[in-house]
């Protein structure tokens, strides 16, 4: 089960980030995980929160430009080696990783990482043979 991600684009001046993450807070949106990616022009906020819906309206309202991306969440073994079990599972499918990155923990504090992939059929059904899991919004606190 795939969860919404939100790219926000931001200039790249100081305190965009500050004024994005205050105005999350002002309407009471959680923040689960975000990355920041870059380049000389611009960078990209990653986001996932609690509510996206809310969060998108919010930004939105704000003049922002964005984008909402499905990705899947996967509870990766909290033990050494853990990321490289799922990580194998990727390669044993030959599926390409377009990007991934941590999350917060979900319940249970259990290791999270979100993937963003192109065949994401094929690696839940190894995930599942290899005694993966990928992780429910309800788990990850998200509406």
Do not use: W
Request: with cysteine; aromatic share 4%; hydrophobic share 45%.
């Amino acid at each position: 089960m795939s969860v919404h991600q939100i790219s926000v684009f931001l200039e790249n001046r100081a305190g965009q980030l500050a004024e994005i993450t205050r105005l999350l807070a002002k309407n009471n949106i959680n923040l689960r995980a975000l990355n920041i990616a870059e380049t000389k022009d611009y960078g990209v906020l990653r986001l996932i929160v609690d509510d996206v819906e809310k969060a998108t309206a919010a930004l939105l309202e704000t003049g922002c430009i964005l984008s909402k991306t499905p990705v899947m969440v996967v509870m990766v073994p909290d033990v050494a080696g853990g990321l490289a079990e799922v990580l194998d599972v990727l390669a044993e499918g030959k599926i390409d990783v377009e990007y991934m990155y941590s999350m917060f923990p979900g319940e249970d504090s259990k290791a999270c990482m979100v993937f963003r992939l192109k065949d994401e059929g094929t690696f839940v059904s190894l995930l599942k043979a290899h005694g993966l899991q990928v992780a429910s919004k309800e788990s990850l606190g998200l509406k």
